[in-house]
């Protein structure tokens, strides 16, 4: 059976639903860090058949690049954030001049869920 896109959004967004093997959302506040936050990220982008990349080291990276770069039909930069986290003006300044290249730059809170699974569901 086949759900109408605005109920799988709402599904995969969740708590309880699995991606992956692995749970599809918790609360904001139930993400431990950034990293457990990036992770269901990737999982929500692997199920939605995207690639990824993410640089594990980023004191030998430029300042302020993006912690994942993913593609699929499209190329996506995305920083990373915790609800409180703080951007820094090297992140902010990256990915306004990824933007001004034309590319699409993200920053991306567990407050944005929604608009994760939304930008990276199939067109």
Do not use: C
Request: proline share 6%; glycine share 6%.
């Amino acid at each position: 059976m086949k759900l109408a896109p605005e109920l799988t959004d709402r599904i995969l967004a969740m708590p309880g639903v699995l991606i992956n093997g692995r749970p599809s959302q918790v609360g904001p506040e139930r993400f431990a860090n950034e990293k457990a936050f990036q992770q269901w990220l990737t999982d929500v982008a692997e199920s939605f058949g995207w690639k990824w990349y993410h640089v594990h080291d980023s004191r030998r990276s430029k300042a302020g690049f993006p912690d994942l770069v993913l593609w699929r039909e499209r190329v996506l930069f995305v920083e990373v954030k915790m609800d409180n986290g703080v951007v820094t003006a090297a992140q902010a300044n990256m990915l306004d001049e990824l933007r001004a290249a034309g590319a699409e730059a993200y920053l991306w809170r567990p407050v944005d869920r929604m608009g994760i699974v939304e930008a990276l569901k199939p067109q």
